[in-house]
């Protein structure tokens, strides 16, 4: 019987034990549990904000490399008191097709921008999968021979540059004119795109989206089909998800209060109707205008 007794109280003291050692803690099974709930939002909330940090400054390298490329090729128009012409591209090419890059040459062979890496920006996933593939970037636009005086006798894109079929450019460029004066450009400056992050479809299927690079990986947006920048002469870069429909489209047709999502409508031809026909490659679906003339 003593015995028994001598049980049951070692049992409500252990259960006192146990009691007083839990809320000397201050916490119960719940709480513990409730408490982990938290810090599992909490580690989630801040996983998605540092994604939301890295997305935040990869636009921002590409909105400094759009206004660099902007400020360059304004600075080039008056100097020289027109857009670069499609004479000056042939001056820099080396055979094969026209194609963004050649203008970044004459901008490289004129001392306005010769920084590869205003046109190619290592987040772009193109880049990453070439120096995966044991590729490196290339450390210079153009190739450059001069005389014993200093003038340029010869002027060619390096050949590691070389847009579309060999290194794969992040930023379109679209401004290029045999009749352009500056007249034509500057009095609408803050409508005429001067580049672009690749991607952007021109065609008559999805005109004025950014490709999905998970359907076309060669001719994909750069940030896939989340949208993309452009650039405008007068240097405002801004974010499109889409450059609209109908009534709603966020260029102008040069010339006419008319609306259009496609890029190349928005420039000043100057009698070179060509241009705008010249400027599309083939694309899955439709055409997709990025890097080539």
């Given at each position: 019987?003593?015995?028994q007794?001598?049980?049951?109280m070692?049992k409500?003291i252990?259960?006192l034990s146990?009691?007083?050692?839990?809320?000397?803690?201050?916490?119960?099974?719940v709480e513990?549990?409730?408490?982990l709930a938290i810090l599992g939002v909490?580690?989630?909330?801040?996983f998605?904000g540092i994604g939301s940090l890295?997305?935040?400054?990869?636009k921002?390298?590409a909105?400094g490399?759009l206004?660099?490329?902007a400020?360059?090729?304004?600075?080039?128009?008056?100097?020289?008191g027109?857009p670069?012409?499609?004479?000056?591209l042939?001056?820099?090419?080396?055979?094969?097709?026209?194609d963004?890059?050649l203008?970044a040459?004459?901008l490289a062979?004129?001392?306005?921008l010769?920084?590869?890496?205003a046109?190619a920006?290592d987040?772009?996933y193109?880049?990453k999968?070439?120096?995966?593939d044991?590729?490196t970037?290339?450390v210079k636009?153009c190739?450059?021979q001069?005389?014993?005086s200093?003038?340029?006798?010869?002027a060619?894109?390096?050949?590691?540059?070389?847009g579309?079929?060999?290194?794969?450019?992040?930023?379109?460029?679209?401004v290029a004119?045999?009749?352009?004066?500056?007249d034509d450009?500057?009095k609408?400056?803050?409508?005429?795109?001067?580049?672009?992050s690749?991607g952007?479809r021109?065609g008559s299927?999805a005109?004025?989206t950014?490709?999905d690079l998970?359907?076309?990986?060669?001719l994909?947006?750069?940030?896939?089909?989340?949208?993309?920048f452009?650039?405008?002469?007068?240097?405002r870069?801004e974010?499109?998800?889409?450059?609209?429909?109908?009534?709603?489209?966020v260029?102008?047709?040069?010339?006419?209060?008319?609306?259009?999502n496609k890029i190349?409508e928005?420039?000043p031809m100057?009698g070179?109707?060509?241009?705008?026909?010249?400027?599309v490659?083939?694309?899955?679906?439709?055409?997709?205008?990025c890097g080539s003339?």
């Amino acid at each position: 019987m003593w015995h028994q007794s001598r049980d049951k109280m070692g049992k409500k003291i252990a259960r006192l034990s146990l009691k007083t050692d839990c809320e000397d803690y201050g916490f119960s099974l719940v709480e513990i549990v409730v408490i982990l709930a938290i810090l599992g939002v909490l580690l989630s909330l801040a996983f998605q904000g540092i994604g939301s940090l890295s997305e935040a400054a990869r636009k921002a390298r590409a909105i400094g490399s759009l206004k660099a490329i902007a400020n360059a090729y304004r600075q080039y128009m008056e100097d020289n008191g027109h857009p670069i012409r499609w004479k000056e591209l042939d001056t820099v090419r080396v055979g094969g097709e026209y194609d963004s890059t050649l203008i970044a040459a004459v901008l490289a062979k004129e001392g306005y921008l010769n920084a590869v890496e205003a046109w190619a920006w290592d987040f772009d996933y193109r880049i990453k999968k070439y120096l995966r593939d044991g590729k490196t970037m290339p450390v210079k636009i153009c190739d450059i021979q001069r005389d014993g005086s200093g003038k340029i006798t010869s002027a060619k894109v390096n050949a590691s540059f070389q847009g579309k079929k060999g290194f794969p450019i992040s930023v379109c460029t679209v401004v290029a004119s045999d009749s352009c004066t500056n007249d034509d450009f500057f009095k609408n400056a803050g409508e005429i795109p001067i580049a672009y992050s690749r991607g952007l479809r021109d065609g008559s299927t999805a005109a004025g989206t950014w490709a999905d690079l998970k359907i076309n990986f060669d001719l994909g947006g750069v940030f896939g089909n989340k949208g993309g920048f452009i650039v405008f002469l007068d240097g405002r870069v801004e974010w499109y998800n889409n450059l609209g429909m109908g009534a709603h489209c966020v260029l102008k047709k040069y010339g006419t209060n008319e609306m259009t999502n496609k890029i190349y409508e928005a420039l000043p031809m100057g009698g070179n109707t060509s241009l705008a026909q010249s400027f599309v490659l083939s694309w899955k679906g439709g055409t997709q205008d990025c890097g080539s003339f």
